[in-house]
């Protein structure tokens, strides 16, 4: 059974940072193009970011470029999402994500994880 299990959201001061990983179980990790997505209260849920397979291409929002830095590390089956200069727009849940490289559909996803920014 597939699993992706976020750790590290919380509740932090505009500016501050944060770093929190998704660990993957249950797949050939090394098969899948991995992901974060958030959504806001009322929102839509939104892209963050997003690594290839081999760490070789790296992904993000407009919203999040030069703040958010997304990697992993496939002999831990985990990736990592580190947010710094945090902006109160950038609360809501966190979701971790993964795909089939070849595929636009994500096929699994995490519980998800708060993130509350405080201005």
């Known amino acids: 059974q597939v699993q992706l299990v976020e750790f590290g959201g919380g509740l932090v001061q505009a500016g501050g940072s944060l770093r929190m990983s998704c660990s993957a179980s249950?797949?050939?990790?090394?098969?899948?193009?991995m992901g974060w997505f958030r959504q806001a209260p009322g929102k839509e849920r939104e892209f963050v970011a997003a690594i290839n397979r081999n760490s070789g291409n790296t992904y993000y929002a407009d919203s999040v470029k030069g703040r958010f830095t997304i990697s992993r590390d496939n002999i831990k089956s985990t990736i990592y999402l580190e947010m710094n200069d945090l902006k109160h727009e950038d609360t809501g849940a966190y979701y971790c994500a993964a795909k089939l490289a070849a595929t636009v559909k994500w096929d699994y996803w995490g519980q998800g994880t708060q993130v509350t920014v405080s201005s």
């Open positions: 249950g797949v050939t990790f090394t098969w899948y193009t």
